[in-house]
């Protein structure tokens, strides 16, 4: 699988260079937080700026990992979702369960709100 990683100070970007993702492709990109640059970044923000396709296990899936970093403390966005994919996750019933936002800046605010959040907690 084809990424472009951007780590930040307090998230890694993961940006898929690829124009399809399947199941398999998310078992990939779950690989790769373990060998991300910084390990103490905890917070991913998953671009799919170039995704045109995804299937209902890769959708599955992707809510899964969502829900595994917030039960440990970290956030999970997906970002600058296409029309495509975006009308398919709507209609199997996953799009309003993932925490998603229009672009990549939007993305990185929620990740900082929800880190002060956890501060504060």
């Known amino acids: 699988m084809k990424v472009k990683i951007d780590t930040r100070e307090k998230f890694h970007v993961i940006t898929i260079l690829e124009s399809s993702l399947p199941a398999n492709m998310t078992e990939e990109m779950e690989n790769l937080r373990s060998g ?51 009308q398919f996750l709507d209609k199997i019933g996953l799009l309003e369960l993932l925490n998603h936002t229009p672009t990549e800046s939007e993305a990185m605010d929620i990740v900082q709100m929800e880190e002060i959040e956890r501060e504060l907690e």
Do not use: H, T, W
């Open 36 to 86: 991300l640059p910084d390990n103490n970044v905890k917070n991913v923000i998953i671009n799919m700026k170039d995704i045109e396709n995804l299937d209902k296990a890769a959708a599955e899936q992707l809510l899964a990992a969502q829900q595994r970093f917030y039960e440990q403390n970290a956030s999970f966005v997906i970002c600058a979702l296409q029309a495509g994919p975006k």
